[in-house]
């Protein structure tokens, strides 16, 4: 059976090249004029009939590969697995190891609109530069043998500086450097529990945090993440019922909703940790791009009750991967304890550069400059959200994120896996529930959603 000659894209379409193409694949193998078993054309063949380039073929097999219906067998090309005339086509699953897994990939979709950190544009790339260039021979062997188990001197005086300018009190003893902000969370449960604990987590609330507290053998009891922060008489319920020894909350900025708690509700928060003896765990890695003013659980309650976790990822850039734990002496031995005997040191190299920025007296501008940036993008999204017929959580006072959903209710699922085919990556909320349980909401990074393409998807799913 011969198959009918693959089309030319239509370039004035909408529709990026790699979703016109691939439908047209998908379209043959669902309809069964691909079979099971054939070959594709070569990638460089497969170019030459839609007069595309090997890179847009690269992708769209890519992404045939990644929905289960062709597969690569190295030297011999890629090869059709999918369903058999009839059958229904295998459908990916949105999760939040997904989101993990294809957000990071360099093939990964256009528009990451559902993304977790800035944008290239935004990144401190010339500081970083300049920090590189600057460092001699020297230093520079230096800085590739194993460093201070507390992480560098020079940068741990800086976060001691930084902090103290937001009244929260440390000395530079009480401050760990991670690898980025994710160790410095894992760290801090793993002195603070033990095998099947509860741990008091946010809904909606960061994705990775969930499976990560699985895989540590704990267990999850969530609080609702209200509009001015974590309910508080949830709170007192469920510490009551499984009575946790954490409870780790994002005052700054939330991840997703963009919410920031209020002076009254963290005092609430302080109220219930200390009546029963809960240590709060205050993961406030967004908290540079808020204003100087801003208050923090740790502020208020100081770092006897509450541990504080920072980063340099959403600021300078996250390939860099530090980030910081700031808490009471004795915690931070117990944390520097595990820390050596599961990584024995962080990298010199990353922390000196991070240093030199700091240092440097260009990081505060910077972080003016950005803030700015996104306090403009967030106007700009939020509106563009709600002329496309989204409804918003909350208006964020900058920072990345918003939270919004359409008016009626969807199959956020199908609808996120449609985006795919447009080159748009989604993030369903569903993603950042314990359990993905349902959702109707979808989080948006302001700084990576506003582009057209991404406003007429929408306006067309609301039409």
Known sequence: MTSPPFRNPDRRSHTPLVGQIGQDLEDRIRSGVLRRGE????????ARQCGVSTITIANTYLRLASTGLVESRGTRGYFVIGPERGTPLLQRSID????????YEDEAPVIKAGCGWLPSDMLFTSA?????TGLSPQKLAAMLEYGNPYGHAGLRHNIRQMLARRDIACTEGSIILTHGASQALELAVRCLSTRGDTILVEDPGYCNLYPALQALGLQIASIPRLRDGPCPEQLERMVRRYQPRLFITTSILH???????????????LR???KHDVTVIEDDIFLDLAPDGQQTLSQLGGLNAVIHIGSFSKTIGPGLRVGYVACAPDTAQRILRQKMASNLTTAPLNEEIVHNIVSSGLYRPHLANLRE????????????????????????????FAWARFGTDRDVRALAERACSYDIMLA??????????????????VAHSDNPRLFDFLEHMTG
């Open 255 to 269: 991840n997703p909703t963009g919410t920031c708690s209020t002076a009254r509700n963290m005092r609430d928060v």
């Open 373 to 400: 940036s996104l306090m403009r993008a967030q106007a700009r999204v939020c509106s563009r959200l709600e002329q496309a017929g989204m409804q918003l959580y909350f208006h964020p006072a900058g920072g990345m």
């Open 428 to 445: 369903p909320g569903h993603l950042f529930r314990p359990d993905e349980q349902p959702s109707q909401w979808f989080r948006f990074n």
């Open 272 to 274: 219930i940790a200390r």
């Open 39 to 46: 070959r594709l054309p070569s990638i460089r063949r497969m």
């Open 96 to 103: 939040s190891m997904w989101l993990l897994q294809h957000a």
């Open 128 to 132: 970083t530069q300049r920090a590189l």
